[in-house]
Every structure is written in C-alpha cells, then in structure tokens.
C-alpha cells in the first residue's frame, strides 16, 4: 500500500482558496497512491483562531467540493484533513473529511479532544462523541485528530472497532516536536498498529509548526519522517504486518483494564 502525506505551510499572504487550489492540484499529483492524507485545519491554520468563525464553512462547502473532485481525479483514498466546520444546528467544529477514490464522502470525524485549556479551540468548537473507522480495500483506518494523539483511550477505542492503520493530521507546534514523535511511536506500539500523522509546516498565528509528518509501523519502526519544511512524503507499507505483529507478540489479548467485565459486589 503506498500513501502520500501533504505537509504544507499555512502561511500568511496566501488567501484560503489559493490554498485550497494548491492543495487539490497536489492531491491530483498523488495519483497511483492508496491513500493521501493532508493535515489539520490547512485552510486557516490550527493556530489562527480568530479565523475559525470567519472562514468556517458547512460540511459540504468549498473545500468538501475541491477535494472530492481532487480525490476521484486522482483515484485515490484522501484523508482531507480538517475544516472549522459551521453547523447550521449548532457549533463551529474541527472536522476531518475522507472521500473514496469515486470523489464520494466516505466519513466525517468531529475531533473529540479540543486543544486550549480553557481558550481557543477548547471554547470557539464544540467536542465531537463519535470514533470512526473506515473499511478501505487494504486496511481499515481509524480516524483521530492532532491533540486526540495525546489520549490512548481513544485509540484503544479505535482499535476495538477494528482499526489497522491510525492516520492522524495535525497543527503540531514546533516547541513539542519531541512529544509528537514520541506520542506517535507510543500509539503505533501499544496498538500494533500502523501511524500516519500528518502535520503541517510553516508558523500558524506566530506559532512556528512542528512538520516531521511521520509513519510508525506497529512495531514501533520509523518508516518515514518528513522534515520541517514543505514536503510530500511518500512510503510504501504491508498492511498485513498488521495482522503479522498481533499473531507474533499478541499483547492486546492480555487487556485487562477498560473491558466490559462483570462487577464483584463487595
């Protein structure tokens, strides 16, 4: 299986459509990969939070019309990243958007861990309740967005509904590049699982972004790291190590904590 990861600035200057043109037409470049995965919120970056209500947009907006077009003119899987999302019913969220090689939507993932303590996305988005997995023809992903890495139960969860392979963008900052290829490693190991993550390069609102977009195999094997800067990265992996690691070293039967077990009255 081959994926390709679009790590590109999201610098002032360059108007949000510019990008979104930018972005489709290397989507379309990609074409012969499996998968392509963009990072988190690349039309306003993850940082500008003033921007967020601004150009937010519905679920079916501009740029879910570019990148379904993007994906069926490459033929290929695409992990959109995310979009501030606007609901019509409710609030702005951090949504992350898949479409299949046919250009349809495949899923939607509202991110459930917002970023902020108390401020930014933590207060201007609404928390998303729902973990998703998509069943492509070589693996099945589990979706999780940048801060979420921060939390295995997630995906723990993620592996329970059956996820092989993680893919995760992001707007990770520079000063914590250590914990996100830490974190990344972490994810990959205790889940035997594929990690792709996705981020970004550039400075977001002042805050210069980590790149080193990176995939982690489910030993923990750095397969791939990008760099700082702008950078397509583009590795081709077994999904069936998988299946391969679990059988050889198979830790997740020996779970104890977090499953369904009946209570001892006492």
Known sequence: MRASLLQIAVEEGESVESRRVRMASLVREQAGADLVVLPELWTTGAFAYERFAEEAEPLEGATYEAMAKAASDAGVWLHAGSIPERDPDGPLYNTSLVFSPSGELAAAYRK?????????????????????????????????????????????????????????????????????????????????????????????????QAGHSIVVDPWGEVLAEAGAGEEILTVDFDPAKVATTRDQFPALKDRVLGLERPRRAG
């Open 112 to 208: 459930i861990h917002r970023f902020g303590f108390d401020k930014g996305e933590a207060v201007l988005m609404g928390a998303g309740s729902e973990l998703v997995t998509v069943r492509l023809p070589e693996t099945v992903i589990g979706l999780a967005t940048c801060y979420d890495l921060r939390f295995p139960e997630l995906f723990r969860g993620l592996v329970d509904a059956g996820a092989e392979t993680l893919v995760l963008p992001a707007g990770w900052p520079e000063r914590r590049r250590s914990h996100w290829t830490l974190l990344a490693q972490a994810r990959a190991v205790e889940n035997q699982s594929f990690v792709l993550a996705c981020g970004t390069a550039g400075t977001h609102a002042g805050v210069p």
